[in-house]
């Protein structure tokens, strides 16, 4: 924030490299992303932090756009999610275009990237991500996807009742990774302590939750950002009076490389 500082300095912020961290929005900086105009973009995860991918979110101002798709290297796959606003973003994929709006979201096979552009000059905020493509051993390729959130219906997740989960990529073993929209009701929980292999990225914009991260438990809520590593402990509570709900990344479908 521009000025002088209005109180005590303070930041919740916790980065514990290499293992898991959580970035809460007091402590963000802007960060100049070449090939992206008009659009105010802090860098949330990075390798240089431990994550083997890149998350970014952004704030788009009335002529924002790409110069040059974003996630177009060859190796490398992206999405681009409408996180909130009245912003309607044209957002291209090779030589398909989708206006979409708010919980509108689109991904790009690896080597052709995402471009967007503004279409009526209202604010929004987006997620950027993109990582490294893992090949399929039987050269199954991941295709363009275009999809809305609030088109979904939501399903239990692991049987329960209390926490649902909607899938914004398709379930097939042509993507090395997905994106998913976690939401506990008031009270729930996961039904284990999870340690796997898979990283998560997680965006949280709705609620708050008391969270296990390998040995420590911190209160998280709406707009903090938490990045897991691979077998870092993990747990989750909803708590308070709204849904605790996040959207996160998971890689999937691969085997591991020896």
Request: net charge negative.
């Amino acid at each position: 924030m521009p000025g002088y500082p209005q109180d005590i300095l303070r930041n919740r912020s916790v980065v514990k490299h290499g293992n898991y961290a959580f970035i809460t929005p007091e402590g963000r900086v802007i960060n100049v992303i070449p090939g992206i105009e008009d659009c105010l973009m802090t860098i949330l995860a990075t390798p240089k932090m431990g994550a083997s991918f890149v998350q970014l979110i952004g704030t788009l101002g009335e002529k924002a756009k790409t110069t040059m798709p974003y996630g177009a290297k060859p190796h490398e796959e992206s999405f681009i999610y409408l996180l909130d606003g009245e912003a309607e973003l044209k957002v291209s994929v090779g030589g398909e275009s989708r206006v979409i709006k708010q919980g509108g979201y689109a991904y790009a096979p690896p080597g052709v990237g995402i471009s967007f552009e503004t279409a009526n000059g209202k604010e929004g905020r987006i997620l950027l991500y993109k990582q490294r493509y893992i090949e399929h051993p039987s050269g199954l390729m991941p295709y363009a996807v275009f999809g809305n959130a609030n088109d979904m219906e939501w399903t239990d997740y692991d049987g329960m009742a209390n926490v649902h989960i909607k899938d914004l990529l398709p379930v097939e073993q042509n993507f090395d990774m997905n994106m998913h929209i976690l939401s506990f009701d008031p009270g729930a929980s996961h039904n284990i302590v999870e340690t796997h292999v898979q990283e998560h990225g997680a965006y949280v914009y709705e609620g708050q939750g008391c969270y296990l991260l390998d040995e420590d438990w911190y209160l998280i809520k709406k707009e903090d950002f938490i990045w897991f590593g691979p077998y870092c402990k993990q747990t989750a509570y909803g708590v308070g009076r709204e849904q605790f709900t996040y959207i996160y990344s998971k890689d999937c479908h691969r085997d591991v490389e020896v």
